[in-house]
């Protein structure tokens, strides 16, 4: 098993099973209702989890929530707390609701403020790092490794922070930041007097609180690399922490075109695309593209996501071909080679059509979505009869609609609708 790591800019293997293979993928600030681009480090981790350990391999989940942060003051002046709680619960909410079950652990950066402080007193004491005015800053330049991952030359590193006469260097970078009582209503207390932690250092010592001072593999958006990540190889490595092996970085979520940023105003929250399309369909439109690529959202990507899902679902109406077991050998690889999901995809998609049911439900449950084959139970006037409805309510013929689901039920079968025009058939008990 191969992943490309943004560090090394190559494909890395994995060590072989049972590994370990300890993953930490950052999570969202939360400060509202998570975008739908959020989702997707949080569905590669838990996809690459549930592969791995179908594998045999040990593989675990870390998924971290800011709920320290300036967004949160500035979305809540004076309820900071109650918001980033508030969110905290919704994400946790809209994530469960994508069927994949949870990562192994969800720590909080307000949990863990006595183990960053403490993490910080040991770069201070090593002189990695300095106090100044009530902040502590990492002193970049006893770092020489730094701008490696981001490909920059330490000399010419591009400012990721705001620019401070508390510096003493301007690509230094705060790791403790002096409260600012009129606009920051939580604070916690620290050798270098009332503050908060700066996001970069939350997640280094989240990351080594779990897992220790090496793990497998990181996880993110690319937008994290710099300064996010950077810096946290900057905070971990100063202290001869290996920290992560392998960087792995998701590609954007593009709302038509651009890429998806609350400043651009196009918005469109986990909850909502869940609601509008279906979870399945969901899933099945991160499937359409390589996990490292960017991937475009809109209405006509969802619908074509949800008419897949529909293909794949349809396949279990039909009656099974013999069983061929070699054929799992192409998904495998698909896999294998740096998580191909559109390769797998489309050998689902072969499967579908040369009706190897049972590895299509096999591979369908890798991604959460073994939902799709529950439609195989139904005998073939019964699926003709939900097809036909289908097309009924597609086309807004309601009358039509109503009396095929009453034949529907005189038979013993309930129609499920779905959102996305999907359905589900369940026979009555
Ligand atoms: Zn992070």
Redesign the pocket.
């Known amino acids: 098993m191969r992943l490309y790591d943004t560090f090394s800019r190559s494909l890395v293997e994995l060590p072989a099973a049972p590994g370990p293979v300890r993953m930490y993928f950052?999570?969202p600030t939360v400060y509202a209702r998570a975008h739908i681009g959020n989702a997707r480090p949080f569905v590669v981790g838990m996809w690459l989890r549930s592969w791995l350990r179908s594998h045999g391999y040990d593989a675990q989940l870390v998924h971290?929530i800011?709920d320290i942060n300036d967004k949160i003051y500035e979305a809540a002046p004076g309820a900071s707390a109650e918001l980033a709680a508030r969110a905290t619960a919704w994400y946790l909410e809209d994530t469960a609701d994508l069927g994949l079950g949870m990562p192994d652990h969800l720590p909080r950066a307000t949990e863990c403020v006595p183990q960053i402080v403490a993490f910080i007193e040991e770069l201070v004491a090593a002189d990695h790092a300095y106090a100044s005015g009530g902040d502590v800053y990492f002193r970049v330049a006893t770092f020489p490794e730094y701008g490696r991952l981001s490909g920059q030359k330490p000399d010419q590193v591009e400012q990721g922070e705001e620019p401070s006469a508390l510096k003493e260097d301007a690509r230094d970078f705060a790791l403790w930041k002096a409260n600012k009582p009129e606009t920051e209503d939580t604070w916690w207390d620290s050798p270098w007097g009332r503050g908060r932690p700066g996001?970069?250092i939350?997640?280094s010592v989240m990351a080594e609180e779990i897992y220790g001072p090496a793990f497998e593999i990181h996880g993110?958006g690319l937008d994290?690399v710099f300064p996010?990540?950077e810096n946290?190889v900057a905070q971990s490595r100063a202290l001869g922490h290996a920290f992560a092996g392998i960087w792995a970085h998701n590609g954007m979520l593009r709302f038509t075109g651009e890429k998806m940023s609350k400043s651009a105003g196009n918005v469109a929250t986990i909850r909502e695309t869940i609601d509008e399309w279906g979870r399945e369909a969901v899933l099945v439109f991160f499937l359409t593209a390589s996990w490292r690529k960017p991937i475009d959202f809109s209405p006509e990507t969802m619908a074509q996501a949800a008419a897949r899902r529909e293909t794949l679902r349809n396949a279990f109406t039909l009656e099974p071909a013999a069983h061929d077991e070699s054929a799992w050998e192409a998904f495998a690889a698909s896999l294998e080679d740096d998580f191909d999901t559109p390769a797998a995809l489309a050998v689902l998609h072969e499967w579908a059509s040369r009706r190897q049911l049972e590895l299509l439900r096999r591979g369908l449950a890798v991604f959460g979505l073994e939902s799709l084959a529950e439609r195989r139970d139904a005998p073939p006037e019964v699926a003709e009869l939900a097809e036909r409805r289908a097309q009924a309510r597609a086309a807004r013929d309601f009358e039509a609609s109503d009396r095929l689901r009453d034949e529907l039920a005189a038979l013993g079968w309930q129609m499920r609708d779905e959102p996305g025009g999907g359905y589900t058939l369940v026979h009555d008990a």
Do not use: A, I, V
Request: charged share 15%; glycine share 16%.
């Open positions: 950052c999570g971290n800011t996001w970069h939350e997640c993110g994290l996010h990540h946290e």
